[in-house]
């Protein structure tokens, strides 16, 4: 009974170097791992109080008196080459004046472009052009396509 318990410990332990020696093989014919790639970072978009914003809800236009805002953003792209948002931009009517105005909404599609490294923190790259279509009605004197310079 002996030599049956030895031959199954040998068998056992035969097994096991094997099945060390198969799984050391087999990783050692593997590519050896590289780094993990990182996605590239994401532009941002500067606010008034020169916040760095990625997909924000808000955004005001008119960082002076406010009489210009985006509201209700919904992005649908946020990327190194774009953003693309659908919302809508509040603007003063200003009439009498502006203090005694009124707001009126009008909705539009926004696109961020022109990514460059921002003069705050270059390591930051943010959107230096925002472009808006308003796609109804808009203010007077507005085009159906308005673009902006963003501050840096």
């Known amino acids: ?10 068998i056992l332990a035969v097994g096991a170097l094997v099945t060390a020696a198969m799984t050391t093989a087999t990783a ?12 590239p970072p994401r532009p941002v978009l500067v606010d008034c109080t020169w916040h760095k914003n990625v997909r924000p809800a808000d955004f005001i236009l008119a960082c002076g ?13 946020w990327g190194p080459h ?14 009498p004046y502006c203090a005694a105005g009124r707001f009126h909404a009008y909705p539009v ?3 961020l472009d022109g990514p460059k490294p921002w003069k705050k923190d270059p390591s930051v790259e943010h959107y ?8 109804g009605a808009r ?14």
């Open 28 to 39: 050692s014919a593997s590519p050896p791992a590289g780094p993990a790639k990182a996605d």
């Open 139 to 152: 203010p007077d004197a507005f085009k159906a396509v308005m673009i902006y310079p963003l501050w840096d």
């Open 128 to 135: 230096t052009r925002m472009s808006l279509t308003y796609t």
């Open 109 to 111: 599609t926004v696109r």
């Open 65 to 77: 008196d406010g009489n210009s805002r985006l509201i209700g953003l919904h992005w649908s792209q």
């Open 82 to 95: 774009g953003a693309t948002a659908t919302g809508v931009n509040m603007v003063n009517d200003c009439d």
């Open 1 to 10: 009974m002996r030599s049956a318990v030895t031959g199954t410990a040998v």
